[in-house]
């Protein structure tokens, strides 16, 4: 399914896509069968659309923001400037998915975007889809968990050398 730049632009401009946030309580085990049913009901719709998990209460508290966006460039949809200046209103696009993991650990921009595949595999076939996500997702928190154990690690060094 193609949707025109121009319809694109003013979804993403408005703030007018669907945007689910699923928290993920402290303590608890990463739930990415929630962030996965979350994103499969909005992917259904066709549309651009991001289904959000908020570990640890999520990227603005400190925490991690796992989500998966449907959206033709690999930024997320937050990003409406630079957004606005990729997609070009006279031109048609396909929807992509896309994993995106925001963390001050994952790297050194705090963002970490793979493309999934397109939306139209994604809906042939979401369970080999979503099961290549869930290992991505857990390489990517795997990473997170040994950088912050780094960082612990070189905070302690550098207080023991003061």
């Known amino acids: 399914m193609e949707l025109s730049g121009e319809t694109i632009v003013d979804l993403v401009e408005n703030q007018s896509y669907e ?6 309580p402290a303590g608890k085990e990463i739930d990415l069968d929630s962030l996965f049913a979350a994103f499969t009901d909005l992917a259904k719709q066709e549309t651009p659309a991001r289904a959000a998990l908020d570990v640890d209460g999520g990227i603005e508290q400190g925490g991690t923001t796992l989500s998966m966006e449907a959206n033709v ?3 997320p949809l937050r990003y409406k400037n630079q957004e606005k200046k990729l997609v070009y209103v006279d031109q048609a696009y396909e929807l992509s998915v896309y994993m995106i993991v925001d963390n001050a650990h994952v790297s050194k921009s705090a963002l ?3 493309k ?3 939306l139209s595999a994604f809906l042939d076939d979401p369970d080999s889809v979503l099961d290549k996500g869930a290992k991505w997702f857990a390489t990517q928190l795997d990473a997170i968990r040994e950088n912050q154990a780094a960082a612990v690690s070189e905070e302690e060094k550098q207080e023991e050398e003061n």
Do not use: M, R
Request: hydrophobic fraction near 45%; charged fraction near 25%; proline fraction near 0%.
């Open 73 to 75: 460039i690999n930024l």
């Open 112 to 114: 970490k975007i793979e």
């Open 116 to 118: 999934l595949s397109s």
């Open 19 to 24: 945007d689910k946030v699923v928290a993920n």
